[in-house]
Nanobody, 116 residues
Framework: QVQLVESGGGLVQPGGSLRLSCAAS????????MKWYRQAPGKERELVAS????????IYSDSVKGRFTISRDNTQNRVYLQMNSLKPEDTALYYC?????????WGQGTQVTVSS
């Protein structure tokens, strides 16, 4: 069964950090561009970061550039999102996505709430 399972979300104070993890099962991540999206209540889903299969290129949205870092471990079949200097506007449901153009998979999401 093909699955992407996110973990690592939670409640954190402004300025804090979280590390999200996405574990794949039923397929190998190594052939896919991996992406993290987020969706806040009442807003459209937003692409936060992406990383190519061999980690040769990463892309970030302007809103997280310099604060978030995407990485992957193809041997562990996982992708990560390190989030530092979190802001209340980072509050959202964060989704992992595996994209091979002709095929893609989504996780169920992990909630990140930034609040004092």
């Amino acid at each position: 069964q093909v699955q992407l399972v996110e973990s690592g979300g939670g409640l954190v104070q402004p300025g804090g950090s979280l590390r999200l993890s996405c574990a794949a099962s039923g397929f190998r991540l190594s052939a896919y561009t991996m992406k993290w999206y987020r969706q806040a209540p009442g807003k459209e889903r937003e692409l936060v970061a992406s990383i190519t299969p061999a980690s040769t290129r990463t892309i970030y949205s302007d809103s997280v550039k310099g604060r978030f870092t995407i990485s992957r471990d193809n041997t562990q079949n996982r992708v990560y999102l390190q989030m530092n200097s979190l802001k209340p506007e980072d509050t959202a449901l964060y989704y992992c996505n595996a994209d091979a153009t002709i095929r893609e998979f989504w996780g169920q999401g992990t909630q990140v709430t930034v609040s004092s």
